[in-house]
């Protein structure tokens, strides 16, 4: 878990730096920037009479209208130059917008909640400007693509369509994951403090792996935190007093009747490897189920095979992934045949060939689906079995079989809070690295179960799922699953994972501590989505393991607020995995729908 959320984080932090790099000035730049007149400090004045601050970049010359962009930024607007330059280049009108209380804008900061009624009234403002022509759109990711939805929720009269990239869904993936909050919370918020850039002190892993590590070894509980690293804040002591997915975090979101009223073309992109692809596919899963069927038809999802910062640049190489050429989609140019089709009459992009486009990795191809449930064709389980103490072993391991087990059998671990020996494997492991095995191989706290070879090429996508008759002997704990591909080399290729605390297992709005010692069936259905060719003589491997990370709130198993137990309130878990013909756990894996022709533009 660790690793791969520094891999998002520091993928991130090169996503922001890299609008910042100063280099030498290129023909092409030259010429664009010939292109573009800007007007800086620009002051947009809001319902409550707060005003944000603007820089407006404007086709040079221009005497016709035209439809107009804008992006709604904690980061300081000045990070998204490089966008403002690059849209104003080609023809259209771009804002960066510091939202309110950072960078150069009035108010006061909250994240997340303040966007709808500020996006709303951006969108109307610059309808009204002499170079728009009364259609408004929104460009960004992360923030600024949960923004986008924050702002379509009130459904402004002048809001032509959205695209919204790696959109994060709170109480989804951010500010925790299915319940489960992560250090990275306050180093986002000390990141977002104040009105100027923090981006050096956002950067500085060196510092918050350290923080992360002395917090979670002195066994203090994890509401302490943003003390520990310096920055009392009163938004993540907020945040950590709603542990439960509840109407605190429903106020957040678009509701079903939100969803259900927005009728504008969409266009969602995320990555298979985008640490925000369990929000943006939220909202998109929300909106296909609420809107009416000229809705549905006009919203398009894309899933690269790209990591956070990817879903904005593409890079066919992170985290000790490659990927083919194709990977490398000229995204600016997607988002400028989408506002010429959705805007000015334009034809579809000719890279949206059906309704949903997803990259197969190891393929190395683009493929097409018209619907996500499409692109499944088959799901298949493979049963969980094991000899004597094989499932510990992580080069042994149980196994994942066609055939149900007839005779009994279970495997367990225990899972002690107070052991905080991993911390210093974490501590040393390449945070970019998607495939460093440290943590996984210093595991004590994990059951492994391996496939048998493949015995011919098979696409697999679409979304794992995992059915486990589970025994714990305390109220709580919290559990990681991850599913890869181990090629017959002995690589290791992440395909797709998933959290869950125990007292969520019927919901995550339900919180039910465990009072028994009997299995009890747990559904593990929210896994990321994967789409890979694994090769002839590969395996799938799936691990079951204690959620115990420095990255992570730290669960001591007691049954009370997670956030406020500590070392003296720990017990030592006992985690049984049964697997027999009572209690049949699988792993269901999803095989690809067989091709078919695209659909016609």
Not at 414 to 423: G, K, L, Q
Not at 551 to 565: F, I, P, R, T
Request: hydrophobic share 40%; net charge negative; aromatic share 12%.
């Amino acid at each position: 878990m660790h690793s791969r959320l520094l891999a998002v984080i520091v993928g991130f932090i090169a996503a922001l730096a890299q609008a910042g790099t100063a280099s030498a000035a290129t023909a092409e730049a030259l010429n664009d920037a010939a292109k573009v007149t800007l007007e800086w400090g620009v002051k947009i004045p809001l319902r409550d009479g707060v005003k944000l601050n603007a820089t407006v970049y404007r086709p040079a010359g221009a005497a016709a209208a035209a439809p107009c962009i804008f992006t709604l930024t904690p980061y300081i607007s000045q990070s998204y130059h490089d966008r403002g330059m690059y849209f104003a280049a080609h023809g259209l009108p771009f804002l960066t917008v510091d939202v309110r209380g950072r960078g150069n804008s009035e108010g006061e900061f909250r994240p997340l909640i303040q966007e709808a009624h500020d996006g709303y009234d951006v969108v109307e403002w610059l309808a009204r400007q002499p170079y728009c022509n009364g259609k408004v759109s929104m460009w960004g990711g992360s923030y600024a693509g949960y923004d986008q939805w924050a702002a379509a929720r009130d459904n402004p009269p002048h809001l032509a369509t959205i695209v919204p990239v790696a959109a994060p869904a709170a109480g989804i993936d951010f500010p925790a994951a299915y319940n489960m909050f992560a250090s990275y919370d306050i180093q986002w918020l000390t990141f977002v403090s104040g009105k100027a850039s923090q981006l050096a002190l956002f950067g500085d892993e060196a510092f918050w792996v350290s923080a992360y590590r002395r917090w979670y070894e002195s066994g203090a509980p994890f509401r302490v935190l943003d003390r520990i690293v310096g920055n009392p804040s009163p938004i993540f002591q907020e945040w950590l007093n709603h542990p439960d997915g509840d109407a605190y975090w429903d106020s957040y979101n678009p509701s079903a009747a939100d969803y259900a009223r927005l009728e504008i073309p969409i266009l969602t992109i995320t990555g298979m490897y985008d640490g925000d692809q369990p929000g943006a596919l939220t909202h998109y899963r929300r909106y296909m189920k609420s809107a009416s069927s000229a809705g549905r038809a006009r919203h398009f999802l894309v899933i690269g095979p790209w990591d956070h910062a990817g879903t904005r640049t593409p890079q066919a190489e992170f985290g000790g992934l490659k990927f083919g050429p194709a990977s490398l989609v000229d995204l600016p140019k997607l988002h400028l045949d989408w506002y010429a089709w959705t805007m000015s009459g334009g034809t579809r992009p000719e890279f949206l060939k059906n309704a949903v486009a997803y990259y197969v990795t190891g393929a190395e191809r683009w493929r097409y689906a018209e619907s996500l449930d499409a692109v499944t064709g088959t799901a298949t389980p493979l049963y969980l079995g094991s000899a004597s103490g094989e499932a510990s072993d992580l080069y042994a391991g149980g196994s994942l079989a066609a055939k149900r087990h007839s005779s009994a059998g279970s495997d367990h671990y225990t899972y002690d809070p107070r052991d905080t020996s991993i911390a210093a494997v974490e501590a040393l492991a390449d945070g970019q690295s998607l495939i460093d095995q440290r943590v996984v191989n210093a595991a004590r706290t994990k059951l492994v179960y391996y496939s048998e070879p493949f015995t011919e090429d098979a696409e697999l996508s679409g979304f794992f799922r995992f059915t486990a008759y589970i025994g714990i002997d305390q109220p709580d704990t919290d559990f990681v699953v991850t599913v890869s591909e181990v090629s017959a080399d002995g690589s290791v290729i992440p395909l797709a994972n998933t959290v869950m605390r125990a007292r969520y297992r019927e919901g995550l709005g339900t919180p039910k501590l465990v009072r028994t010692r009997a299995p009890l069936k747990y559904d593990f259905d929210r896994f990321s989505f994967a789409s890979r060719l694994v090769g002839k003589g590969a395996r799938l491997r799936l691990i079951l393991g204690a959620a115990d990370s420095i990255g992570l709130e730290k669960n001591y198993n007691a049954g009370g607020v997670v956030a406020d137990e500590s070392v003296r309130d720990a017990r030592p878990v006992v985690v049984t995995l049964y697997h027999d013909s009572a209690h049949p756990s699988a792993l269901i894996v999803p095989h690809a729908a067989p091709e078919h022709a695209p659909a016609a533009h």
